[in-house]
């Protein structure tokens, strides 16, 4: 009865609204409905719509100021002596290997999918990583190699990019690369991020975001999948940069339920021209679909004069600031654009030759972080690949 009558409502307020008091049928009045999709996704999803990890480490309050941890070193006796470095000075943050530049898990992910069971060691124990990242407070973040992959570029060639003869490219060191263009690569990429947040990592670090270098030249000589974007009517460079930009927007949205900040790392160049053009990298567009653009800033990496720097791995204060003063100037021109936190050099380039570069330590380090603080940026990574960091350094502002 009650039912009834709350139905004989409905029709009543309905018809009151449709033809009200005085209008005939002829001039009935309508409702101007809003243009606004009645249901959209949130900016920021409440907390019960998201995952919960169980893992409680907050983002540091001055910034991620971190240290890269390879794999071996998180599952091995080296972990240690890292935690000690950070208990000692203002480092809070360590990216750590999850999927490497080989294409290995250094830890079981706990996917079903077989791809990524296939690819998994057990050199890292996840569970007890996360117990001492949440002890030390530790702010952990995800390191995963998206195309650089020699062990998925042999387990599917068609994944790659492959000669005529059916055998997989590789570039002078021997590593092969998977295909940008492919969904399948986006998604085995996405699995693998997906499941690190769920074990705990409270940021999903994209490293290799790009094509193999030098790909301009040979574009048109390996078979490969262009995933439909060679019907764009863009040319090749514009197919990689869409490609590439795509792929961090698409991994960035697909994420969200995971509660994890989404950062990119990106050669430095890349700030200073409008995309580098082999490699798919435009600087602006990937800024747009990040929470945090990691450039790899090294001064041993810029030609000689770059930033009035003669030999810039001599001069690691100019050449940091002189980037600085260019990147702040692209992200400026963004609407939402992410935190910078740039890539700093810990390591001797004595491969530059005599003359041309000298060994780095405490004072070479503090030169790069003091240029970040006068340029406004407030958080950096330190990169050295045998994980042996400077002692004596001081991050503090000065």
Avoid: C
């Avoid at 005529?164 to 690569?185: A, C, H, I, Y």
């Avoid at 003063?325 to 400026?332: M, R």
């Amino acid at each position: 009865m009650r039912l009834n009558i709350f139905i004989i409502g409905l029709i009543y307020m309905a018809a009151v609204l449709l033809f009200p008091s005085g209008a005939s049928a002829e001039e009935t009045q309508f409702i101007k409905l809003s243009d606004v999709p009645l249901l959209s996704i949130p900016e920021e999803l409440p907390d019960k719509f998201t995952y919960d990890d169980g893992v409680d480490i907050a983002y540091p309050d001055e910034g991620v100021k971190g240290i890269y941890v390879s794999g071996y070193s998180a599952g091995g006796e080296r972990m240690a002596d890292l935690t000690a470095l950070l208990d000692e000075t203002e480092l809070n943050a360590m990216v750590i290997d999850v999927k490497e530049d080989h294409g290995n898990m250094m830890m079981d992910l706990n996917s079903d999918v077989e791809m990524v069971q296939n690819a998994s060691l057990d050199h890292i124990d996840p569970t007890v990583l996360m117990e001492q990242m949440e002890a030390a407070q530790i702010y952990p973040i995800a390191r995963v190699v998206v195309f650089k992959d020699s062990l998925l570029a042999a387990e599917r060639p068609d994944l790659s990019f492959t000669h005529p003869d059916g055998t997989v490219w590789k570039n002078g060191r021997g590593e092969s690369f998977v295909n940008p263009f492919s969904r399948e690569v986006w998604d085995y990429n996405v699995e693998v991020a997906r499941q690190a947040a769920k074990l705990g990592f409270k940021e999903i670090q994209f490293d290799y975001v790009r094509f193999p270098e030098g790909f301009e030249h040979r574009a048109d000589t390996l078979e490969y999948t262009r995933g439909g974007y060679d019907e764009n009517g863009q040319d090749g460079i514009q197919q990689r940069v869409d490609a590439v930009t795509d792929f961090v927007a698409y991994a960035r949205e697909a994420l969200r339920p995971y509660d994890v900040d989404v950062s990119v790392d990106i050669f430095g160049y890349a700030a200073t021209q409008e995309e580098a053009p082999g490699i798919g990298q435009n600087f602006s567009r990937i800024s747009e679909n990040v929470d945090i653009i990691s450039s790899m800033i090294y001064p041993s990496h810029w030609g000689d004069g770059y930033f009035g720097a003669e030999k810039p791995d001599l001069d690691p204060y100019r050449v940091i600031s002189g980037y600085a003063q260019v990147e702040n100037e692209v992200l400026d021109a963004l609407e939402d654009p992410p935190v910078s936190r740039p890539w700093l050099q810990d390591f001797t380039a004595s491969y530059l030759g005599s003359g041309n570069y000298k060994p780095y330590g405490a004072a070479e380090v503090e030169a790069q972080v003091q240029a970040l603080y006068d340029n406004g940026i407030e958080e950096f990574l330190l990169w050295d690949a045998s994980n042996r960091y400077s002692r004596g350094v001081d991050y503090s502002k000065e």
